[in-house]
């Protein structure tokens, strides 16, 4: 067998392999390598990259992926896809100074109202991001439409609602991936009515679904537990989808004290009025035997959960300035930190917007950590191909390499869904 030498490949190939590994993010011999191993299938020439070792971490890592952020807020949710292979291509966020905000850093005006936007003028994407408030759902509407033998689907129940929206712009996009983010109390809101019909109305649209509580605690020096929801589309992934939580890093929880301004600005310590207030409506719930009303944080600790309210006292995440000083509240600055969003990103707002702002969005090392799980499975589940989408793999039998390298999906093959990036 005559030895093919890189000369001998067309400059047309060369350029091609050359463009195919840079778009996954590999070596060119790795590429070379896979694809040598790969089998040629189908009629519509696709290659899928079956005997591949798939899944080594790096390649996993790489698999990029387009995302949408709804209910967007500051982009806790973005920043945290972003850093696992997320491209984001549409943003719906209705709060004006969340919007200033989000443009500052993101280079992009958010959408507004959400029920305002027609899903059709939302584009494809591979993943819906959502952290979005969490309202009830009138039972009472659900046992009538029952008692009347009439349809109760999401549409029925959730009628009204922003989760209705939200189940609207699923069902048409049909995003192979949902990631939703809520108050941990979103599973007993409303008597577990809230949670059991969104649970419900998911699996309705066909959507496996996965739902953790996740402390943050063990990225950032903040106990926050919130609820993450994962979907998986059961017509891309079929009914067997395997996604898990992640574990929390190993090694001592974060200290409170890190994220502290070694300087503080001496506007955030409290006034002689304020702690005096705070100190006698603490001990009168004590003496009802409520516990305390403010939060002194341990430094060597973690704090209180940062609240959209914070901006109010700074009651609930105290800082301890010793004996002779009053307690202070955290700067907007330390906020972000304790949030464990970058703290070069600019504030653009007053104090009291940044403090809602923080005390409302997600912590974006959570969302990278479940991002990194969500890419895992989209590893494990779908095969990449040479020009970079992802498809379900096929059983079909290998069939001899045939003209075209690197063919787009076609209808009427085996391909069940690719997805864009
Ligand atoms: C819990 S926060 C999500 C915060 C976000 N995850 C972050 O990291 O900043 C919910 C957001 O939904 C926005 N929102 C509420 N109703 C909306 C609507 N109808 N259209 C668009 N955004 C809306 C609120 O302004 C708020 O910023």
Redesign the pocket.
Known sequence: MPTLLIRDIPDELNAWITEQSHSLRTSRKEFVLALLRSSWLGDDDTPVFEDVPVAPARAVEAIPFTFID????????RIGLERVGGRCLFT????RF?QKTYEAWFGEMPE????EIRPADIPDHDVLAA???CQPFSIAGVSKKNSLGRDHGFRDVTQGT?FF?LATVIEIKRPPVILL?NVKNLRSHDGGNTWNVIRRTLEELEYTIFDNVVDAAAWVPQHRERVFIVGFDRRVFGESVRFAFPEPPAGPLPRFRDILDPRPDRKYTLTDHLWGYLQDYAAKHKAKGNGFGFGMTNLDGVSRTLSARYYKDGSEILVPQGETRNPRRLSPIECARLMGFPDNLPVVVSDTQAYR?FG???VPVIVEAVGRQIVSTLGEHLTRRPNGCLIKPTTRQPRPLQGKHCPTASPGTETKRSMTV
């Open positions: 709804l209910f967007a807020g500051i982009g806790g949710m719906s966020e209705w709060d969340a507004g109202d959400i029920r952290g979005f408030p922003l929206q983010e702002q409302n969005a997600v």
